[in-house]
Nanobody, 130 residues
Framework: QVQLVESGGGLVQPGGSLRLTCVAS????????LVWFRQAPEKEREFVAAISWGAETTYYRDSVKGRFTVSRDNAKNTAYLQMDSLTPGDTAVYYCAADKGLPAAILSGLEYSGSDMDYWGKGTLVTVSS
């Protein structure tokens, strides 16, 4: 059983940056791919970024490419989402989730809400506003 705890959310002005952290406990962190999702008010949850077990491969939704960077440190059981050039459209609760495999939808570049991810954190709120 893997437990995930996100932190690092908050209020930031447009154009600003935040770094989200996802700390894992239980299980073997390096056996799991790590995926970041977000859910804005009255919208469906959506995939944001993913990173493979050893950080060899990363994936991003188109709207965050070039602005967000996902990384992980398996020695610290921690994953990160560096978010730069934030816009009000990035306002959402951000969740990290873990699974032994990378979902096919992510590999195919399709929309993915994470319904079959094994483990979830409780989320951290990011608000981008002036």
């Amino acid at each position: 059983q893997v437990q995930l705890v996100e932190s690092g959310g908050g209020l930031v002005q447009p154009g600003g940056s935040l770094r989200l952290t996802c700390v894992a406990s239980g299980g073997t962190f390096s056996d799991h791919c790590l995926v970041w999702f977000r859910q804005a008010p009255e919208k469906e949850r959506e995939f944001v970024a993913a990173i493979s077990w050893g950080a060899e491969t990363t994936y991003y939704r188109d709207s965050v490419k070039g602005r967000f960077t996902v990384s992980r440190d398996n020695a610290k059981n921690t994953a990160y989402l560096q978010m730069d050039s934030l816009t009000p459209g990035d306002t959402a609760v951000y969740y990290c989730a873990a699974d032994k495999g990378l979902p096919a939808a992510i590999l195919s570049g399709l929309e993915y809400s994470g319904s079959d991810m094994d483990y979830w954190g409780k989320g951290t709120l990011v608000t981008v506003s002036s």
